[in-house]
């Protein structure tokens, strides 16, 4: 079998690995990335035409700046490929002034120092008549500068570039174990095997697979579009309905965005201000099939009371994987004390938006650079018990 040395292989190139095979490539490292399937594809977690991009990120105050470092590389990738890889339009956060979406947004706006418009309860009403059976005291958070943002194109553009940039890349290849050795890393594959000073680990729900031992948990959790009742109605637009988080009174919320050019309405359920899904075990096992009552039911019955405009009934659905740590903070970072492992996973449900920012501070780590931003609160190191003295 053939050995390629390198100084650093990243395995798994989806949002989070083709971010850091970039940046990686970008600084001049020596750098090969392994995907088993193909590049963009749909049996992961980034798929599924857009993502929503929201700077003044409720999830924790520490990540408006790896939002905006992001939405910084992708509007200069997108400028030279000649694509749109995110789009400016806002989004808007909704619920009880003390909920996650409010509460969590006012608060990352203020330690970072991002721009916010606060909406009381009539504002919100009379801005989005879309939304049925607000809550009496609902009130809003505009996020201007937020929007949305498109999985595959990005993803392919990310490896595109790190190839254009000297990146090796093997699609198609399935990583069967990384070890760590004295002076450096032995990635095994079916037709090659890799030595490198260093592996970025970027699996996505299979992280667990390939470093066991990590609290992960994949979550099925599927993707839903729908249409308006009334097919000539612009209610629907992403201009008139954008890209949103609501956590409604009683538990079950909602995030979606209104259709634009090459998408359509789509909506997903949280719950209790989580993204709603199945745990599985094995990633492997996640079920691809699409279940026309158990899929549906709960949904329908939603979207009939909170947006009576919309038809409760999708006209697709497409099952996707999240995958939570215990804390709903990514992991990145060192995962024990060598020096030669560097893994990025834990989306929690959140991490499409950070990924060029995230592939920034990969190849930083891994490079021994200091970091742009503090990355404490994303080390995997927070979830190993401290050692007790004696
Ligand atoms: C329904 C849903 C809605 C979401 N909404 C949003 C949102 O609105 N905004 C947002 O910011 N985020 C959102 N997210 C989260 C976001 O999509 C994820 O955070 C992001 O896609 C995670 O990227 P990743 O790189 O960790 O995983 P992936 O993109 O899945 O990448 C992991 C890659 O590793 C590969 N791989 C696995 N095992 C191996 C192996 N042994 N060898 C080689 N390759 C391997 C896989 O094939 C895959 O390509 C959502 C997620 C879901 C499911």
Redo the contacts with the bound molecule.
Sequence with gaps: METLRTDVVV?????????ALWRLAARGADVIG????A?G?A??????V?????IACMEHPGLPPIAQKSLALWTDLGAQTGEVLIEQTGSLNAGPPGSEPVAGALAAARTAGVPVEELDHAALAARQPQYGALGADDVGVWDPGAGL?F?EPI?RAQVEAARELGAKVFAH????AVEVERDGVLVR?PTVEIRAQRAVV??????G??VPGLPLVP?R???YWFEPRDPGSDEFTLERFP?FIWQRTGGIGF?GHGSGDGYGVKL?LEHDGH?A?TPFAD?DEVDRYVHPRADVDEISTAVSEAFPGLDPIPVKLLP????DSPDGQ?LIGRSDDTDRLVI????????????AGLGELLAQLTLDEPTYCDTTFLDPRRFTPTPTTH
């Design positions: 395995v798994g190139l989806g949002a989070f690995g083709s971010a392994i995907e088993r399937q590049i594809h049996l992961g977690s980034s798929h599924g857009t993502r929503l991009f929201r943002c999985p993803v290849t399935l990583v069967t594959t970027a699996t996505g729900a299979w992280l697979k390939v979550r959790t599927p993707l890209a995030w997903g993204v899904g990633a996707c994987i999240v995958t990514f990025a996973g834990g989306d929690s449900g959140h991490g499409f938006k950070h990924a």
